[in-house]
């Protein structure tokens, strides 16, 4: 079956942009979860959503948002974009539960600020 | 914030056995121990996970102290294609999901 797919893979934009970046799901999973990862701060966990609504949220400000639609994709906005937002953004999905099930990864968008 | 934490480095010889350790004191007694491994511009990749007792797959065998506090993650005859970051996952005190700073493995010939 296909495994996760993340849209677009590579991107360029300047401060105070806005980024709006999406998560196709393996089929059947309901679960999905977006994290950052730079080089300085590793692997970050961002938010989780589940059946369309936010079930975990962690450390970032409020420029952050995501959402799930009825069809388990999901989509991740930046606004008001600042040069430490460069990173690799990668979804995961999963059938239920963060800690109790298997997290299938995508290959991530890469987003560049300048 | 988190609470797993791994040693920064690792080095093993091709053909040897690697022991990652991990301590992830705020696993509460329901939720597992996950471990996933990143290659390079790669998304991490699941290896193994566990409850309570020690497990075993195609890819490596994983022992959890009795408390459950920390584990170990063996990967039995290291290659060069097991050079990657490699990262337990716990659950810190908020809830918030954990991925640790992952240990970098280096397979040397």
């Known amino acids: 079956k296909a495994g996760v797919t993340q849209t677009p893979r590579y991107l360029i934009k300047t401060r105070g942009q806005q980024v709006t970046l999406s998560c196709s799901p393996i089929s059947g999973h309901r679960s999905v979860s977006w994290y950052q990862q730079t080089p300085g701060q590793g692997l970050q966990f961002l938010f989780e959503y589940f059946s369309e609504t936010q079930r975990n949220k962690g450390n970032f400000p409020g420029r952050f948002s995501g959402r799930q639609f009825s069809n388990s994709r999901s989509e991740m906005n930046v606004s008001t974009l600042e040069l430490g937002d460069s990173a690799l953004y990668l979804c995961?999905?999963?059938?239920?539960?963060?800690?109790?099930?298997?997290?299938?990864f995508g290959e991530g968008s890469r987003l560049t600020v300048l | 914030d988190a609470k797993t934490t791994q040693p920064t480095s690792m080095d093993c010889a091709e053909g040897r056995a690697a022991n990652l350790p991990c301590n992830h004191s705020t696993i509460s007694g329901n939720e597992y121990v996950y471990w996933y491994r990143q290659i390079h511009s790669q998304g991490p990749q699941y290896i193994i996970h566990?409850?309570?007792n020690n497990e075993t797959n195609e890819m490596a065998s994983l022992i959890i102290t009795e408390d459950r506090k920390s584990s170990t993650l063996i990967l039995p005859h290291a290659t060069l294609r097991d050079t990657a970051v490699y990262y337990c996952?716990?659950?810190?005190?908020?809830?918030?999901?954990?991925f640790g700073a992952g240990t970098t493995v280096t397979v040397r010939a």
């Open positions: 996952i716990g659950r810190s005190n908020d809830y918030k999901l954990s």
């Open positions: 995961a999905s999963s059938l239920g539960d963060l800690l109790t099930g298997e997290l299938f």
């Open positions: 566990g409850l309570k």
